[in-house]
């Protein structure tokens, strides 16, 4: 079974330069999240997706920052534009449906931001 | 507010030595409780968990247990090997509506042969 793909898993961009991070969750999961972990530190929720539907959006910096999971599979989480502080390593990760709630929850390797 | 408190890193050990990383939260309700593991180049993988007071989650040769009187989930291990070099984090969810996943900052552990 294919694990959640993540692209590109490196990008170095100028600031104020736009980003995309595109993940493919596993087959079946209706459940997509986008994680924020910064050097050093542990992940920090930035959305969650059931199905179609953004239900938590509240850490998600939304004047740079958007993402979209249309047709409930693969997501696009944006930067635009990038700052300086965004360079960190951006986690995609998925469960099936109701088991999101156990916090069994599927990484993929991750895309590392490096912004000059 | 809710939050885990994870041992500072690099942990370093010699193979077969005996693993302790220390992990204690602070939450508002009644959590359950993970272990994760980053090995490198690799995505986040589930270790363990426990849901529940007393409850030990193991895999691996690895143990932890969900010590609630001491608000505490210490990862063991009897005898590490190379191959459990990586990054071990700690992490709560809260049954609340929000189902969020709080991790601690984690921590390293390198092993020698």
């Known amino acids: 079974e294919a694990g959640v793909v993540q692209s590109p898993r490196y990008k170095i961009i100028e600031k104020k330069q736009p980003v995309a991070f595109w993940c493919n969750p596993i087959s079946g999961h209706n459940t997509l999240y986008w994680y924020l972990q910064n050097l050093g530190q542990g992940p920090e929720l930035l959305i969650r997706?059931?199905?179609?539907?953004?239900?938590?959006d509240s850490q998600l910096p939304k004047d740079r920052f958007s993402a979209e999971r249309l047709k409930g599979v693969d997501s696009t989480l944006k930067i635009q534009p990038a700052e300086l502080g965004d360079s960190a390593v951006y986690l995609c990760?998925?469960?099936?449906?109701?088991?999101?709630?156990?916090?069994?929850?599927?990484f993929g390797e991750g895309s590392r931001l490096t912004v000059l | 507010g809710n939050s885990v408190t994870q041992m500072e890193g690099p942990v370093t050990l010699s193979e077969e030595a005996f693993l302790t990383i220390n992990c204690t939260y602070t939450?508002?309700?009644?959590?359950?409780l993970f272990w994760y593991v980053q090995y490198p180049g690799e995505g986040l993988q589930l270790l363990l968990k426990?849901?529940?007071?007393?409850d030990k989650g193991s895999n691996k040769g690895f143990e932890a247990t969900y010590r609630k009187e001491t608000t505490s989930f210490h990862l063991e291990k009897g005898s590490v090997q190379v191959s459990d070099s990586a990054v071990y984090f700690c992490a709560l969810i809260l049954m609340d509506s929000s189902y969020k996943l709080i991790f601690g900052s984690g921590t390293r552990l390198l092993v020698r042969p």
């Open positions: 939450a508002t309700g009644y959590p359950s």
């Open positions: 990760a998925s469960s099936p449906e109701g088991a999101g709630n156990t916090g069994e929850l599927f």
């Open positions: 426990a849901t529940k007071a007393d």
């Open positions: 997706y059931e199905n179609e539907e953004a239900v938590d």
